[in-house]
């Protein structure tokens, strides 16, 4: 097995600071460490248990294949914070069959964010 000390989600954005303001100002997430200079210097975000690099550049189109998810406290107030701040909503909250609070958003590059909220009675704050 692989030991693994750290990790984070690499993230190549089309504009390097539209994608900064994105994630520091809009979505308020607290570097971590910034590193480089010049328009495509690294910020590293702090994402709960995680961390989310954006740096350098990239001319693809985003991918299905990826979106990034982050558990939060109340969705519905992480919908008005962000509706507030600009943020392209993609689906506002709505309690999915299996009880989770989602709401969908999209960075400036169209990438898939799902804001997730555990209600107080949902069996994932329980450990049997």
Not at 92 to 101: H, N, V
Request: charged share 20%; with cysteine; glycine share 12%.
């Amino acid at each position: 097995m692989v030991h693994v000390l750290s990790s984070r989600v690499l993230l190549r954005p089309r504009d390097p600071q539209v994608s900064r303001d994105f994630y520091g100002k809009t979505l308020g997430l607290p570097v971590y460490r910034e590193f480089g200079t010049g328009p495509e210097r690294g910020t590293v975000y702090f994402l709960g248990g995680g961390f989310l690099e954006v740096s350098g550049r990239s001319d693809g189109l985003p991918t299905a294949a990826l979106r990034l998810w982050m558990q939060v406290a109340d969705c519905e107030a992480a919908h008005n914070e962000l509706s507030g701040r600009g943020a392209h909503v993609l689906r506002p909250p709505l309690q999915e069959a299996w009880g989770l609070i989602e709401m969908w958003i999209a960075d400036p590059d169209g990438h898939q964010i799902v804001l997730t909220e555990v209600p107080g009675d949902h069996p994932l704050r329980y450990r049997p």
